[in-house]
Nanobody, 123 residues
Framework: VQLQASGGGLVQAGGSLRLSCAAS????????MGWFRQAPGKEREFVAL????????YYADSVKGRFIISRDNAKNTVYLQMNSLKPEDTAVYFC?????????????????WGQGTQVTVSS
């Protein structure tokens, strides 16, 4: 599956952005999807995941209550609604797909990655 992330940009602290990740292929609904982010000089870190059916979601503590992950299997797209953004949310955001069927927060379980979209939050 090929993934294309979009929706990043520059926003002031307290603002919102919605990221989208469009997938190619007919098997999108069989993949669990995750969002990760990577700030300059830091390792890529887990942000949120959603199961293949959308029935299970999990968030990093740093974004819980502010970010919402969702998916539309009919449109082969996963979303990340980001609210109450903080300067520390500034990073390149990546979407990823995994076929193991678990709730994995480690990058090692994700088989496919999008190209990343930059999110910059100004103070």
């Amino acid at each position: 599956v090929q993934l294309q992330a979009s929706g990043g940009g520059l926003v002031q602290a307290g603002g919102s952005l919605r990221l989208s990740c469009a997938a190619s292929g007919r098997t999108f609904s069989s993949y669990g999807m995750g969002w990760f982010r990577q700030a300059p000089g830091k390792e890529r870190e887990f942000v949120a995941l959603i199961s293949s059916s959308g029935g299970r979601k999990y968030y990093a503590d740093s974004v819980k209550g502010r970010f919402i992950i969702s998916r539309d299997n009919a449109k082969n797209t996963v979303y990340l609604q980001m609210n109450s953004l903080k300067p520390e949310d500034t990073a390149v955001y990546f979407c990823a797909a995994e076929s193991y069927g678990g709730s994995y927060t480690s990058t090692m379980f994700y088989d496919y990655w999008g190209q990343g979209t930059q999110v910059t939050v100004s103070s």
